[in-house]
């Protein structure tokens, strides 16, 4: 099956970073959604052809990312300007309110955008993601917090040799199957989603990247959480180190309308190992809380 092909355009950002905007879709419900880290919105496609003719899509490329610019400051990479993006982005396209979707990264950015761009967000789904310091809640290794600070300090200085590295090992016969055997993906995966992701990879400016990275371990959106006030859906994969149930916990505990589902089986792909079970969730989310006639 084919995969989706997007409407582009680029804009200027609240700072004058160019930013790409992807729109695809038509229908009744609009949906602004925040990739994961080093994806696009070809990661969501599952999800985008259950889609079709129910909900226009919107979507960007991070700040210094694929298609988008790197800031004039690479110091402005934090959650908050992702958020000022995430308003740019909906004000350029004309949307005056949506539910908003996050994958992974995009869990930290709707959360803080949920609750900064009150006025503008109806509805908040979150997919194998925490709420923030994430090298601290996403990942239970003992010593975590401080060994991967270090480590991802120590990418931004090999970052010129890792993308035609990454690239080649992304290429190979035996990369899909030696990350399934160590449980980072599900058998179940889409291969055709996941390799049109991992093409990319040698595109990306892994300088950016990791100082991305090192942003989203200093924000804490912990404190936002009780300041969202709409329908929350939280979607997990069991064998999702991102989101253990610890992080489950504290959204469940801070947001008053908060919903959670865990997938058996899912890793940090579940969208793209189990699509149907993600898929019938968020549409009963839409079907009880948003109007779609």
């Known amino acids: 099956m084919s995969l989706p092909t997007f409407d582009r355009q680029i804009i200027q950002s609240f700072d004058g970073t160019e930013l790409e ?39 960007w490329d991070y700040r210094g990312l694929y298609g988008s610019k790197r800031p004039p400051n690479l110091a402005d990479l ?21 539910i908003i979707a996050g994958w992974s990264m995009g869990v930290q950015v709707c959360i803080q955008a949920a609750a900064d761009l009150d006025d503008r967000v109806t509805g908040v789904v979150l997919i194998n993601g925490t709420y923030g310091r994430v090298f601290e809640t996403a990942f239970s290794v003992p010593g975590s917090r401080h060994i991967l600070p270090w480590i991802n300090h120590a990418a931004i200085a090999l970052a010129p040799a890792l993308p035609p590295a990454i690239g080649l090992l992304t290429k190979q016969n035996w990369f899909l199957p030696a990350i399934e055997r160590i449980g980072l993906v599900d058998k179940r995966l889409d291969k055709e989603v996941f390799l049109a992701i991992a093409k990319g990879f040698d595109q ?27 329908p929350l859906l939280m979607i997990a994969g069991d064998r999702d180190a991102m989101t253990p149930p610890s992080v489950r916990h504290v959204v469940h505990q801070r947001v008053p309308h908060a919903e959670s589902h865990v997938i058996p089986g899912g890793t940090h792909y579940t969208l793209l190992e189990y699509p149907d079970a993600v898929i ?8 009880e809380h948003f109007d779609a006639a």
């Open 204 to 230: 990306l400016d892994f300088d950016v990247y990791h100082r991305i990275m090192g942003q989203l371990n200093d924000h804490d959106g912990e404190p936002a959480l009780s300041r969202i006030d709409v």
């Open 280 to 287: 019938s969730r968020v549409q009963r989310f839409f079907d």
């Open 78 to 98: 934090g959650v908050e300007h992702h958020v000022g993006d995430m308003r740019a982005v909906m004000d350029a396209t004309g949307v005056e309110t949506a």
């Open 21 to 59: 905007i992807q729109t695809w879709g038509d229908g009744p419900l609009t949906l602004v959604i925040a990739n994961g880290l080093g994806g696009t919105l070809v990661a969501w496609t599952p999800l985008l052809r259950a889609l079709k003719g129910t909900a226009r899509i919107v979507s």
